[in-house]
């Protein structure tokens, strides 16, 4: 299983719509356009954060790269990287979707401010206290952690990598303190400041490793994890005023209940996945140096698009169905459908954007990864190893990115458990699936494995949501995947042609040439899709453009104000 070393972080500002727009139902052609619409705009502000902070990412591995390569030290970093992410993960990141924010939801009126106040400081006040016990114990556990976690070390590597957990560990709680606010303001859909909280946690490391690495070598990417966590829950807390805090520990309150019996399954899952990602890492700490490294590199690449897209429509449409979710329980008419329209929207939304970016990924990897990666201390045996890699973990990106908002969607019904139980499924078809392919494919293997992981999760959520409200499997989402599809392999194919004629017409050249070609192959792919998408009549790609339009010609200096606010666009 691949992860990445930043935590995994929601992205979403806009005050909730009036009750009659929630109520409203997605019954005509005209009203579900609008609604589409709205659920895009807020998916733009998302995205605009994402953009920011993914490039930042890229920046991040391309400084590593440049300054360190793939080598026993970078594998080091990345395996001590993983033990904090680990408890995010386990203790705040999944309880953000899965329970803080459709506990937050309910009380987001201005009139219930008070009583959502007391809760929020009930909840950042046992984040600080559990996750300050977690670090404690874990800091003087270390050596025994990293021991399985690092099992193939050498054992100089595992006393850096050991010095290098402790440290990061410090970050936790900083983390865990921005993933509260975070959901407190998606619950308030207020978007913007959320959005860009990755974007500085990239940064943070980008400086720590630029400023310091002379000095501290490798260590100097732990610093800047302390530094981009700070910054972190810096920039958060300007979207928090208001908030009357409370030192208190009312474990009585419902809402607490509420959120520990939603999070519960949530955190056995977390367990069952982190098992999965301990023995991802002990199997690689065996193969040849750099292999951990590698995969990093790799991971980085698929973690973008999918930040961009599935992260952006995902956290865009999680409040509109968990509104959808909450009234279909109190029986309201129309409420079925409109939780159906949102999920179908999300769905083909992300099938749109995830199809082209595979397919011109698996085309253009090499030279993709030769621009972003090979300078410095990376080679091109480097390159070679990230691009098969990469390669393997490819094919999952359009199931990954539907899996995520699957889950969301059981997120949004409170159903913490299934997508939990799919979970351990998958840790057992990756562990069969690695064991099977690491003696031949060594590294490649176990990213085959966690492409087999993903893509079997999110076509069993599939089917089971399919089972449970009906209406997902329809003629007309059959032919907008065939049509999505096969606009994406012509574009596939044109870049496929493109490539070649480049390759053939002009000599290899330097960083300036490679990224000329790739700006022209990018821009001719995007075109050739954009153009196929309007021959087979795929509407939302008209939408989003319509959607762009209005945001880019809106006068400087406007206020965004949230998903609502596109011109002449009322909220569904």
Known sequence: ???????????????????????????????????????????????????????????????????????????AFVVAAAVPTMVYDLLVGGAITAALVPVFVDYAAPEQAARLWRVVSVVFNLTALALGAVVLILIALAPWV?????????????????????????????????????????????????????????????????????????????????????????????????????????????????????????????????????????????????????????????????GLVATAVGYAVLPTLARYASEEREGRPGSSQGYRSTLLLGVRLVLLLMLPAMVGLIVLREPLIRLLFERGAFNPADTARTAATFLAYAP??????LDQLLIFAFYARKDTRTPVLIGVLGVGVYLATALALLGPWRVVGLATANAVQNSVHGIVLFALLQRRIGGLVNPALASFVGRALAAALGMGGALVLAHGAWARLLPAGGTLALGLELVVLLGLGAAVYLALAETFGLRESRMLWRLARARLSRPRGHVEEGPHAVPGIPEA
């Open 146 to 306: 990293i021991q399985v976690l690092g099992a193939g070390f050498a054992p100089g590597q595992q006393a850096q990598t050991v010095l290098m957990t402790r440290v990061l560990l410090l970050a936790v709680v900083l983390q865990g303190l921005a993933g509260v606010a975070m959901a407190v303001l998606y619950a308030r859909q207020r978007f913007a400041l959320p959005a860009f909280a990755v974007a500085v946690y990239n940064g943070g490391i980008i400086v720590g490793a630029l400023a310091l690495h002379q000095w501290l070598g490798v260590t100097s990417l732990v610093v800047g994890v302390l530094l981009g966590a700070f910054g972190q829950l810096a920039l958060q807390a300007p979207g928090l005023r208001g908030m009357v805090y409370r030192p208190v520990l009312d474990l009585h309150l419902p809402e607490i209940r509420a959120i520990i019996r939603l999070y519960a399954p949530v955190a056995a899952g977390m367990v069952v996945t982190i098992a999965g990602i301990v023995i991802d890492r002990n199997l690689a700490s065996h193969l040849e140096p750099g292999s951990i490294t590698v995969m990093g590199y790799a991971t980085r690449l698929i973690q973008f698009p999918l």
């Open 1 to 75: 299983m691949s992860h990445d070393s930043e935590p995994a972080a929601p992205r979403f500002e806009a005050e909730p719509p009036p009750a009659a727009a929630r109520a409203g139902t997605w019954g005509d052609a005209g009203d579900s356009e609008l609604g589409a619409l709205s659920i895009a705009s807020a998916a733009t502000i998302i995205l605009l954060g994402n953009v920011t902070s993914r490039l930042l990412g890229l920046v991040r591995e391309q400084v590593m790269a440049w300054l360190f390569g793939a080598t026993g030290g970078t594998d």
């Open 396 to 401: 999952q990106l359009p199931f990954t990115a």
